[in-house]
């Protein structure tokens, strides 16, 4: 989302541990080489490929948490969150550890090595989530010095060391280009860093079943240098790439949300005080479900209004006509199918979303919050498709809330689709007035949680 210049500030050039490796045999979509330059503070990757795909270059920024594409042939550049890839690694063990238990519950559990052990899990996605089973892996030294790790027969992974040393800050820089290049178990990983050198050869199994294949990856060079920051305060940060085109929705709604996020959407966002004379005037119209509506819109866009007070915002300010308010709302027949649709979504989604449906939109003026609420039941009911088609409309109809775009990215999360999921999260913080939003503290929780439970990946 920054500008370049805001994440090249004050990283011009830097000491840096220049490693090269090629990788056998050469296949499709694998890099025939890979490089990377650990700096103080980031992993610069390029991957160079065989025939015509031109080279990948990823800058890993543990400084910003991000990983920055850059497409050094058009000086542009991709910048995404670094805790998407980890995140989703987390769910998708959580996948797997269910597979392994429904198999092995239907007696499967001993015909194929994938199925006994989360070993080759582990080994694909890179981490061992504290859920997960302990695994039986015979180590053994090499000859070398290295370690080689055997599972159900095969190769779990083996290294020979070289004889350059690294830091423990560089190693620490090597490990990362590791966990995010190459498909090792994490004990490998580990047994790595704790030799202390840079590995002349790497071996493993990578694929799935009887489809492993062994590749290899052979040390050409490693060299200490002064090199440059990868990223020139020139390029320009762009959101899609023809490389990782994004998934409806959002690829559609992005040009709206783009606009809100630089405050010209409809010339900015709604005020708050625009909020207190709307709310105030419906309430003395007695036009009480517009003012439940948007009492509930204020909360999630300023973190104010009756809500708020219910919810315990401390960002509040007044909460003394709270309970008049919330008298008001329950003389209303519409307001309050709404209010009992709530308390029905957990047991009958389908009631919810149709009681909802009774509720009369004429003369609404954000009739989409009712859209919100049955997109987030479908979301927790796993209607995926119908929850992003609905959660869609609330963005449309106010994208300056935060919350609509954290809901959206939970579908994605739901979805398998961690860069949409992340992007989304992106978003929400660079809207205007983010830091009275209570999304924002939600998502700074999530990341928290992840560089708690897996601290290596950052």
């Not at 991957?47 to 910003?64: A, E, H, I, W």
């Not at 040393?165 to 090792?184: D, I």
């Not at 909802?356 to 498709?385: E, F, K």
């Not at 939600?442 to 928290?448: A, L």
Request: proline share 6%; with cysteine; charged share 20%.
């Amino acid at each position: 989302m920054a500008p370049a210049a805001d994440v090249v500030a004050g990283r011009t050039t830097a000491a840096v541990v220049r490693v090269v490796y090629d990788i056998t045999p050469v296949a499709k979509d694998i890099p025939s080489q890979i490089s990377a330059d650990i700096g103080p503070d980031y992993v610069f990757v390029r991957r160079v490929f065989g025939g015509s795909k031109p080279p990948q270059t990823d800058l890993y920024d543990y400084r910003l948490r991000r990983v920055i594409s850059i497409d050094e042939a058009h000086h542009t550049f991709v910048n995404r969150s670094l805790y998407a890839m980890v995140d989703f690694r987390y769910v998708e063990s959580f996948n797997r550890r269910g597979l392994r238990g429904m198999l092995g519950a239907a007696g499967l559990g001993k015909s194929g090595t994938d199925i006994s052990s989360p070993y080759w899990d582990q080994q694909e996605l890179g981490i061992v989530s504290p859920e997960d089973a302990s695994v039986s892996a015979d180590r053994k030294a090499t000859p070398g010095g290295g370690v080689q790790f055997t599972v159900d027969g095969l190769n779990g992974g083996r290294f020979e060391p070289s004889a350059q040393s690294l830091s423990p800050v560089e190693m620490q820089g090597f490990t990362h280009f590791l966990r995010e290049n190459a498909t090792l178990h994490p004990l490998l990983v580990s047994a790595i860093a704790a030799g202390g050198k840079i590995p002349s050869e790497i071996s493993l199994l990578v694929g799935h079943f009887s489809d492993r294949k062994a590749q290899t990856w052979h040390l050409v060079s490693a060299e200490r240098l002064s090199a440059s920051f990868p990223l020139s305060p020139d390029d320009t940060p762009v959101i899609i790439d023809d490389v990782n085109p994004l998934a409806e929705p959002l690829r559609s709604l992005l040009p709206t949300m783009m606009e809100a996020v630089a405050s010209r959407y409809n010339g900015g966002p709604r005020s708050i005080a625009d909020y207190r004379a709307a709310l105030a005037k419906a309430f003395a119209d007695g036009h009480i479900l517009q003012h439940f509506l948007l009492d509930n819109e204020f909360q999630l866009q300023y973190g104010l209004g009756s809500m708020a007070c219910l919810n315990g915002n401390p960002r509040h300010d007044d909460c003394s006509q709270q309970q008049d308010i919330v008298a008001k709302w329950k003389t209303d027949p519409s307001t309050m199918v709404l209010i009992e649709a709530f308390g029905l979504e957990q047991r009958d989604p389908k009631a919810a979303i149709e009681k909802r449906g009774s509720v009369p939109r004429d003369g609404l003026s954000n009739a989409y919050m009712i859209d919100l609420w049955n997109g987030d039941t479908m979301l927790q009911h796993g209607n995926l498709d119908g929850a992003a088609t609905e959660i869609a409309k609330a963005i449309r109809g106010n994208p300056y809330v935060g919350g609509f775009y954290k809901d959206l990215g939970d579908v994605f999360g739901r979805s398998f689709e961690p860069v949409e999921e992340w992007l989304c999260y992106d978003l929400a913080r660079a809207l205007p007035g983010a830091g009275d939003m209570l999304v924002v503290d939600g998502i700074g929780k999530k990341e928290k949680y992840l560089e708690a439970k897996f601290p290596e990946f950052f």
